[in-house]
């Protein structure tokens, strides 16, 4: 399988290239998110990533009505009557023609095709950041292992830019996909959301068989593993699970550090952009001494712990 015959047109929606990041790994790194995902997590912060396919997403707020949108709109969407701006979204496409006129950003198309030069460009833009910090790039999302094949051209492109590469992932695809990219791959991020099967299911929308099973098979092969625990009050913040997770963890012998994401509710306004409800607005943040507490009960296991965000 080579570069060019088989990948060289070969492109996957991005949603979006943040350069500069500190919370994604070791050093400096660029972090890429790419669109799909096979969880639907009740608490998901970046609800824009999950479906593997563009959308648009509304700003009425920054609508000026200056009316340049109408008339590009194949399927007449677009309504700028009662003084606001709404799309009907059961009749729009998601073609992005409005968007392209749209100066104020009032509308915007969410994921962007891109292929592994693109992206490898993009990249290599801050290599001599990745050099002196000890950096590189994080593949999130989404999902980013979704897709293999352009999953594992692109990292072998940035492996032989030496590029070093972390993949964060919910762990939920084939091993077979994570056996092609493991050459390549210099740490994972993965995130752990619940230890009991069924309310992984009932909070995720899938099982953690595949899950749990892939992040020891990853460890049995020697690939550093930051697990990561989104911390959701009433939802997986019992002491049982929590003790669950460290069990879990304190054998996986490539664990480098557990981090704990306590909830928080910055994805609000992007579920109102999507016209989606927002499912966690009843959910508190965690207080600071009870996430600190968990710490603690984490580093007891002899882990090394942090609390990220
Ligand atoms: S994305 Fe296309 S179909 Fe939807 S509102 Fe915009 S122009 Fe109309
Ligand atoms: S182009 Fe943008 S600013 Fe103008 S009416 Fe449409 S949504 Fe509003």
């Not at 492109?11 to 943040?18: E, G, N």
């Amino acid at each position: 399988m080579t570069r060019n015959s088989v990948t060289a047109t070969a492109k996957r929606l991005v949603l979006s290239i943040t350069r500069m990041t500190i919370h994604n790994g070791p050093g400096i790194r660029t972090l890429i998110l790419f669109k799909g995902c096979p969880l639907r997590c009740l608490w998901c912060s970046t609800p824009e990533a999950q479906k593997d396919e563009a959308e648009i997403a509304l700003y009425p707020n920054r609508c000026i009505h200056c009316e340049q949108c109408v008339p590009v709109c194949p399927t007449n969407a677009i309504d700028l009557t009662g003084g606001t701006m709404s799309v009907n979204r059961a009749v729009c496409d998601n073609c992005g023609k409005c968007a392209q006129v749209c100066h104020t950003e009032a509308i915007k198309l969410l994921g962007q095709e891109m292929t592994i030069e693109e992206l490898l460009t993009e990249v290599k833009k801050d290599a001599i950041v990745y050099k002196h910090s000890r950096g590189g790039v994080t593949i999130s999302g989404g999902e980013p292992l979704l897709n293999p094949e352009f999953t594992q051209e692109l990292l072998r492109a940035f492996k032989k830019e030496n590029v070093g590469v972390g993949v964060d992932t919910c762990g939920h695809v084939p091993w077979t996909t994570i056996e092609k990219v493991l050459p390549y791959i210099d740490f994972f991020l993965w995130d752990i959301k619940h230890m009991n099967d069924e309310k992984h299911r009932k909070f995720t929308g899938v099982s953690n068989k595949f899950i749990l099973s892939n992040a020891r098979s990853v460890s049995e092969r020697n690939v550093p593993l930051y697990i990561r625990v989104p911390v959701i009050p009433g939802y997986n913040d019992s002491e049982e699970n929590i003790r669950a997770v460290c069990e879990f963890a304190r054998d996986l012998s490539s664990l480098v550090n557990v981090d704990l994401l306590p909830l928080h509710h910055l994805g609000k306004a992007r579920y109102n952009s999507l016209n989606l409800a927002y499912p966690i607005a009843d959910i508190p943040l965690i207080p600071d001494d009870v996430l600190h507490n968990i710490k603690k009960m984490v580093e007891s296991y002899q882990l090394n712990c942090s609390i990220v965000g």
